[in-house]
């Protein structure tokens, strides 16, 4: 039985008003939060036929329930900014163009590269950055273009200060730009070294009606994101969060139409915490999630709460559209304490839990469609590649349940593909999926958290080939170290990645061997597998080129001692 789920824009009995710059603020005060009401049962969600379909719960369209087996896995310039030299956006196996058989890296800038006064921080230092970085052969850099500093104080005004500037900067480099927007706010998670808040107004409506947040079994609220369960709810001065993210984008659009294509060549949307594509289920802030529990479900605001119920109705389990699991054990819980997630006989393998889930994670999927409805349409024709981040939750992975993935509202387990579909839904838009933790071993890893980060990467990979979808990667943790570095270079190449974005820029990289080691790395990277050169040839180019660029990588480490 193929079932759409429910929307909450959709579970109002009122259309939900369009919104647009020209609407007057009439139409805007006229809209009332009180219209909202969970929708009549939806006669796709029909109650399962006795003994003929054994597993009932599917996602949408072309989205099923999927099996599978388990996965055993230049010359520098050192004066004069060097001239911008034409190179098209490598793509995998997703199709599009190509320019060679290497992959392209990017390096990710520091969170905080743009004030909360909206201009450059460390200026000095990003430009003899950037000098560094293009002289090594680095394709370009990636940029957090937060929500939360640019549409700060009033909805609708847009100050995009210190980032027209980076972006000039990186044009007079020649340096290409992964722009992120970011709609998440920053501090809370792995590697935030600063705060920055969702928009004041933003904050000031979620106070209004904290159900506006994501929120927990036990009531704790997360202010990382919007929930997704109001999507379509015009709960933002009049508008739907969905319209906020576009109008976002659009206004970016506006704003930098004349380096669309040229420097800036993609555009990642963010679409939840660390602006990853999941529910905030393992927050590090305050000490309420830790490595390697198996987080919490995060469907417990009103919103959410209201979509499950219509769920359960239109399944014929109304009973079911009460709660999420009470079983699901705590934030720092391993699997096997838990009723719902434990290997034998636990309720994710059960009726009740297939259907949960099959919810839980398609609610998710339609969010992404959502916003990439939105930026396929305001980018298109513009010369960029739009890309979505998958989270690598890779800890609980060995097990049956994978309950880590599940709770972030990934729905694979040891018998179901859950990569599968987001994979599916980014082809229907021609997106670049972007996966985190492709540096990782398994070996490195606590034998007890059961974590397979080389599997997980494999079938992200797999998933991303069968759905003709391009793939790039990201490291998850900060490494300078060799057996990291030929780690993604061996991904890379097994994935065929369009692109690679080295986190992070810091202090460290520049640092002697440091340095020489991320350029080797960057040259092989470029260059890929080639039968009439060794990697000790490239290495002693590496070796050659370091001497030579030592002087603007001093100045460069100089700069961001200073800071």
Same mark, same amino acid.
């Given at each position: 039985?193929?079932?759409?789920?429910?929307?909450?824009?959709?579970?109002?009995?009122?259309?939900?008003?369009?919104?647009?710059?020209?609407?007057?603020?009439?139409?805007?005060?006229?809209?009332?939060?009180?219209?909202?009401?969970?929708?009549?049962?939806?006669?796709?969600?029909?109650?399962?036929?006795?003994?003929?379909?054994?597993?009932?719960?599917?996602?949408?369209?072309?989205?099923?329930?999927?099996?599978?087996?388990?996965?055993?896995?230049?010359?520098?310039?050192?004066?004069?900014?060097?001239?911008?030299?034409?190179?098209?956006?490598?793509?995998?196996?997703?199709?599009?163009?190509?320019?060679?058989?290497?992959?392209?890296?990017?390096?990710?800038?520091?969170?905080?590269?743009?004030?909360?006064?909206?201009?450059?921080?460390?200026?000095?230092?990003?430009?003899?950055?950037?000098?560094?970085?293009?002289?090594?052969?680095?394709?370009?850099?990636?940029?957090?273009?937060?929500?939360?500093?640019?549409?700060?104080?009033?909805?609708?005004?847009?100050?995009?200060?210190?980032?027209?500037?980076?972006?000039?900067?990186?044009?007079?480099?020649?340096?290409?730009?992964?722009?992120?927007?970011?709609?998440?706010?920053?501090?809370?998670?792995?590697?935030?070294?600063?705060?920055?808040?969702?928009?004041?107004?933003?904050?000031?409506?979620?106070?209004?009606?904290?159900?506006?947040?994501?929120?927990?079994?036990?009531?704790?609220?997360?202010?990382?994101?919007?929930?997704?369960?109001?999507?379509?709810?015009?709960?933002?001065?009049?508008?739907?969060?969905?319209?906020?993210?576009?109008?976002?984008?659009?206004?970016?659009?506006?704003?930098?139409?004349?380096?669309?294509?040229?420097?800036?060549?993609?555009?990642?949307?963010?679409? %939840? @915490?660390?602006?990853?594509?999941? !529910?905030?289920?393992? +927050? /590090?802030?305050?000490?309420?999630? =830790?490595?390697?529990?198996? #987080?919490?479900?995060?469907?417990?605001?009103?919103?959410?709460?209201?979509?499950?119920?219509?769920?359960?109705?239109?399944?014929?389990?109304?009973?079911?559209?009460?709660? %999420? @699991?009470?079983?699901?054990?705590? !934030?720092?819980?391993? +699997? /096997?304490?838990?009723?719902?997630? =434990?290997?034998?006989?636990? #309720?994710?393998?059960?009726?009740?839990?297939?259907?949960?889930?099959?919810?839980?994670?398609?609610?998710?999927?339609?969010?992404?469609?959502?916003?990439?409805?939105?930026?396929?349409?305001?980018?298109?024709?513009?010369?960029?590649?739009?890309?979505?981040?998958?989270?690598?939750?890779?800890?609980?992975?060995?097990?049956?349940?994978?309950?880590?993935?599940?709770?972030?509202?990934?729905?694979?387990?040891?018998?179901?593909?859950?990569?599968?579909?987001?994979?599916?839904?980014?082809?229907?838009?021609?997106?670049?999926?972007?996966?985190?933790?492709?540096?990782?071993?398994?070996?490195?890893?606590?034998?007890?958290?059961?974590?397979?980060?080389?599997?997980?990467?494999?079938?992200?990979?797999?998933?991303?080939?069968?759905?003709?979808?391009?793939?790039?990667?990201?490291?998850?943790?900060?490494?300078?170290?060799?057996?990291?570095?030929?780690?993604?270079?061996?991904?890379?190449?097994?994935?065929?990645?369009?692109?690679?974005?080295?986190?992070?820029?810091?202090?460290?990289?520049?640092?002697?061997?440091?340095?020489?080691?991320?350029?080797?790395?960057?040259?092989?990277?470029?260059?890929?597998?080639?039968?009439?050169?060794?990697?000790?040839?490239?290495?002693?180019?590496?070796?050659?080129?370091?001497?030579?660029?030592?002087?603007?990588?001093?100045?460069?480490?100089?700069?961001?001692?200073?800071?």
């Amino acid at each position: 039985m193929t079932m759409r789920l429910p929307q909450i824009g959709a579970i109002s009995a009122s259309s939900i008003p369009s919104y647009s710059s020209d609407s007057s603020s009439s139409d805007s005060n006229n809209v009332n939060k009180s219209f909202w009401r969970c929708a009549e049962a939806n006669p796709r969600f029909q109650a399962p036929k006795k003994a003929t379909q054994p597993d009932l719960l599917l996602s949408s369209q072309s989205i099923r329930c999927e099996y599978n087996p388990d996965l055993s896995i230049a010359r520098p310039t050192l004066t004069e900014p060097p001239a911008p030299t034409e190179r098209k956006y490598k793509t995998g196996r997703g199709g599009g163009t190509t320019t060679g058989k290497g992959v392209p890296v990017y390096v990710m800038l520091p969170l905080d590269s743009v004030t909360m006064a909206n201009g450059v921080n460390r200026r000095k230092a990003m430009n003899a950055c950037f000098q560094a970085l293009k002289s090594a052969g680095v394709e370009g850099v990636m940029m957090d273009v937060w929500w939360g500093l640019v549409e700060r104080e009033v909805a609708g005004e847009y100050n995009w200060g210190g980032y027209s500037e980076l972006l000039e900067m990186a044009k007079r480099y020649g340096l290409k730009v992964q722009a992120v927007m970011s709609f998440h706010q920053c501090g809370g998670n792995v590697g935030d070294s600063c705060t920055i808040p969702l928009p004041k107004w933003v904050v000031e409506e979620i106070n209004k009606d904290p159900d506006l947040a994501y929120t927990d079994q036990w009531g704790r609220r997360n202010y990382e994101y919007l929930s997704l369960g109001c999507d379509t709810i015009p709960c933002l001065k009049g508008r739907t969060p969905i319209q906020c993210y576009a109008d976002y984008m659009r206004a970016f659009r506006h704003r930098f139409s004349h380096l669309l294509g040229d420097t800036i060549v993609e555009i990642q949307v963010g679409m %939840g @915490p660390a602006g990853e594509l999941r !529910y905030p289920s393992y +927050p /590090e802030k305050d000490g309420i999630w =830790k490595f390697p529990g198996i #987080g919490a479900f995060q469907c417990y605001d009103q919103y959410m709460l209201c979509s499950l119920k219509a769920a359960a109705e239109n399944y014929g389990k109304p009973e079911w559209g009460t709660t %999420g @699991p009470t079983d699901a054990g705590e !934030y720092n819980n391993s +699997p /096997e304490e838990t009723n719902f997630f =434990k290997r034998e006989c636990g #309720g994710w393998n059960g009726e009740y839990g297939k259907f949960f889930l099959s919810w839980y994670s398609q609610m998710l999927l339609d969010h992404g469609e959502r916003i990439l409805t939105s930026a396929t349409s305001i980018f298109n024709n513009r010369g960029v590649k739009i890309s979505v981040k998958v989270a690598g939750i890779h800890w609980h992975y060995g097990t049956r349940s994978h309950a880590s993935e599940l709770t972030a509202g990934y729905y694979n387990t040891r018998f179901r593909n859950g990569y599968l579909p987001i994979a599916k839904m980014l082809s229907r838009f021609n997106a670049v999926l972007n996966f985190t933790c492709v540096e990782m071993r398994n070996h490195e890893q606590p034998q007890g958290a059961h974590c397979s980060p080389e599997n997980l990467v494999q079938q992200v990979a797999l998933a991303t080939r069968e759905a003709h979808v391009s793939i790039a990667g990201e490291n998850a943790l900060p490494r300078y170290d060799d057996y990291a570095l030929e780690q993604i270079l061996r991904a890379a190449e097994n994935a065929e990645m369009c692109a690679f974005t080295y986190l992070r820029l810091k202090r460290e990289l520049f640092e002697v061997e440091n340095w020489r080691k991320f350029v080797a790395f960057v040259k092989k990277m470029k260059e890929g597998k080639d039968v009439e050169r060794c990697w000790e040839q490239v290495e002693k180019e590496a070796e050659d080129f370091v001497q030579v660029t030592q002087p603007l990588v001093q100045e460069a480490a100089v700069a961001l001692i200073e800071y």
